[in-house]
C-alpha cells in the first residue's frame, strides 16, 4: 500500500509537460480540440483561436483527415493498415516509430494542402492566391525568363521566412513597415547577369537545395500571370497549428524527432510544386504563355512520403539534449526531406492491445501479387483461406444519344483469399 503511495505521489507530482506526446497525439484524433481553453494558449496558435475565421479551423480540421484517409489508402495493402480506430491510433502515436512519422508528416501536408487550396478558391478571408510576382507591376502580368523567375521565387522564400517571424496580429505601424519591407524583398529584376555571369535556370546556389530546382521553366519569355496557389500561407499555418506546442519544449527526443516529420511532410507539399502553362494567340498559336505554380494531386505527395516512409533513418539524441545523430555511426545524417523515427516499429502479424497492432487475420490477400499484399507476406506465413464468392457488376453497357449510359447487371465469380 505504502509503495502505491508513493507511485502516485510521484506521478502527480511530475510536470504537465512530461506529457506532450498526448497532447499533440488529441489534436490529431480530435482536432475540435485545437481552441479549447484558449485562455491556456500562448503564442501564434492562440492568435489563430481567438482571432481567425471559424471557416479557416475548420479547414485545418478537413486538412488532418484528408492526411489520415490517404494514410489509409498508401497502407491499404501492408500489415499496418493505417486504421483510424481510435484506441490503435492512439497506441501507435505514443511511440516515435516509422508509423507515428508518416502520420505527423501526412497530416502536416494535409493542413498545408487544404489551407492552400482553400486560399487559391477564395474560400477564406484572410489569404488569397499568390500574386506577388505581379505585386510591383501594378498588378498586371510580368514577362519573365527562366533565370528571372527562379531570382524571384528566391526573393518570395526570403520573405516567407520572415513572415514566420511576425506575430499574426502586429502593431499596425510596425506591421506596416514590415510588410513594406517584404514587398520589396518580392520584386522582380533582371538578374540574370549576377557577378558577371548567367544563373543556370533551376540551378539555385551550389549544394543547397531549392524547391524551384524541381520546376521545368519554359524557354525564352513567357508571362508570369494566372493565380498561383499560395503554399506559403499554407505552410505558416500548419506550422502554427501543429508544432506550437511542441516548440515550447525541444529538449526531448520524441519532440525533436515530431517537429521534424511534420516540416518533411511540408516540404513535400512546396517541393513537388509544379509550373502550369496556358498558350494564348491565333488559331492556337502560342504567341503569349502565361503561367502559375500550382500544387500537385494530394496523392502524388503521400505517395512520395510513403516511400520516405520505406527509407526512414533511425536517430538518437545527441549529448547537448536539443539535436539527434543517426543511431547507427557509419549512416550518414538525414535531411530534412527525409523522415526520421526513435523506436522500433511493434510487430503488427498478430493482436496486441499494448502496442495498437490489429493483426493480419481476417484481412484479404492476394496470391499472385509480387507487393505487401502478398499472402504469404500479409499473412506473415500463417497460411490462408480461399473460397469463392458471388458479385454483381455492371456489364453490356450502351450508350444512348444524349446523354445516357445503360448498363445490364451480370454475375461474376471471384476468388477470395482471407489470412488465417
Keep these: 500500500m505504502r509503495l502505491l503511495m508513493v507511485i502516485a505521489i510521484l506521478i502527480f507530482a511530475m510536470p504537465m509537460t512530461g506529457f506532450g506526446w498526448a497532447e499533440g497525439t488529441n489534436i490529431l484524433l480530435d482536432p475540435n480540440l485545437m481552441c479549447k481553453k484558449t485562455r491556456r494558449l500562448r503564442g501564434k496558435l492562440a492568435e489563430i483561436c481567438r482571432h481567425d475565421s471559424a471557416l479557416l479551423k475548420e479547414i485545418i480540421i478537413n486538412g488532418i483527415n484528408l492526411g489520415f484517409r490517404e494514410c489509409e489508402f498508401q497502407f491499404r495493402n501492408r500489415r499496418w493498415n493505417c486504421t483510424v480506430l481510435r484506441k490503435s491510433m492512439r497506441k501507435i502515436l505514443m511511440r516515435d516509430s516509422r508509423e507515428t512519422g508518416f502520420v505527423n508528416a501526412i497530416t502536416a501536408a494535409g493542413v498545408t494542402y ?12 484572410e489569404c488569397s492566391c499568390d500574386k506577388a510576382h505581379m505585386r510591383r507591376n501594378g498588378g498586371q502580368p510580368v514577362m519573365v525568363t527562366a533565370a528571372t523567375a527562379e531570382a524571384t521565387l528566391e526573393r518570395q522564400q526570403q520573405a516567407a521566412l520572415l513572415r514566420q517571424q511576425l ?12 510588410l513594406n519591407r517584404l514587398n520589396n524583398i518580392t520584386d522582380i529584376s ?20 531549392k524547391f524551384w530546382d524541381n520546376i521545368k521553366f519554359p524557354e525564352g519569355q513567357w508571362e508570369w500571370g494566372g493565380c498561383s496557389d499560395n503554399v506559403n500561407f499554407g505552410l505558416r499555418h500548419s506550422r502554427v497549428f501543429l508544432d506550437a506546442k511542441q516548440r515550447q519544449r525541444r529538449s526531448d527526443l520524441g519532440t525533436l524527432v515530431k517537429l521534424h516529420n511534420n516540416n518533411a511532410g511540408r516540404l513535400a507539399i512546396r517541393d513537388a510544386m509544379r509550373l ?23 496523392r502524388e505527395v503521400a505517395g512520395r512520403l510513403r516511400d520516405r516512409y520505406d527509407s526512414a533513418r533511425k536517430v538518437a539524441l545527441r549529448n547537448d539534449g536539443n539535436s539527434f545523430m543517426p543511431e547507427n555511426p557509419r549512416a550518414r545524417p538525414a535531411n530534412k526531406y527525409q523522415l526520421v523515427f526513435a523506436d522500433e516499429s511493434p510487430d503488427f502479424c498478430a493482436a496486441n492491445p499494448k502496442t495498437g497492432a490489429l493483426g493480419t487475420q481476417g484481412r484479404e490477400c ?21 473460397r469463392i464468392v458471388e458479385e454483381q457488376t455492371n456489364c453490356r453497357c450502351v450508350f444512348k444519344w444524349c446523354c445516357e449510359v445503360t448498363c445490364e447487371k451480370c454475375l461474376e465469380h471471384r476468388a477470395v483469399n482471407t489470412c488465417l
Excluded at 506575430?167 to 514590415?178: F, N, S, T
Design 167 to 178: 506575430p499574426l496580429q502586429d502593431q499596425p505601424h510596425a506591421q506596416h513597415q514590415r
Design 276 to 298: 502550369e502553362c496556358k498558350c494564348h494567340g491565333l488559331s492556337g498559336s502560342c504567341t503569349v504563355k502565361t503561367c502559375w505554380l500550382k500544387m500537385p494531386p494530394f
Design 114 to 125: 487544404a489551407v492552400t487550396k482553400a486560399c487559391t478558391m477564395g474560400t477564406l478571408v
Design 190 to 209: 533582371p538578374l540574370e547577369h549576377r557577378n558577371g555571369r548567367n544563373r543556370r535556370p533551376g540551378g539555385g546556389r551550389r549544394g543547397r537545395r
Design 366 to 386: 492476394n496470391v499472385t501479387s509480387p507487393g505487401s499484399d502478398r499472402c504469404d507476406r500479409l499473412c506473415c506465413n500463417r497460411g490462408h483461406t480461399r
